[in-house]
């Protein structure tokens, strides 16, 4: 495989659904590329969007992940793709 040479997150503060006057913020974002990992620190519930760049010296690829927070945690289980279930 060929080594990954830049890795890039980046917050879209500028989507539609990003919470207004929410101040969100990437940190501890990774150093190694070939494991890439972020923290998303957040202010307020709402939908945060995160797009990951990458680059391996010939092919550029993204991808958007979408985080949801939830202000209660018993809506946070509701909202599950298990239902609430415990896995």
Request: aromatic share 6%; with cysteine; net charge negative.
């Amino acid at each position: 495989t060929t080594p990954i040479g830049v890795v890039e997150f980046v917050l879209l503060t500028d989507d539609a659904q990003y919470p207004e006057g929410a101040a969100a913020v990437l940190t501890n974002v990774t150093q190694d590329n070939q494991h890439p990992t972020a923290t998303l620190d957040t202010d307020m519930p709402g939908v945060y969007k995160v797009r990951l760049t990458v680059f391996d010296g010939t092919t550029v690829r993204e991808r958007i992940v979408s985080v949801r927070v939830f202000d209660d945690p018993c809506a946070a289980k509701k909202a599950s793709p298990v239902g609430g279930q415990l896995l």
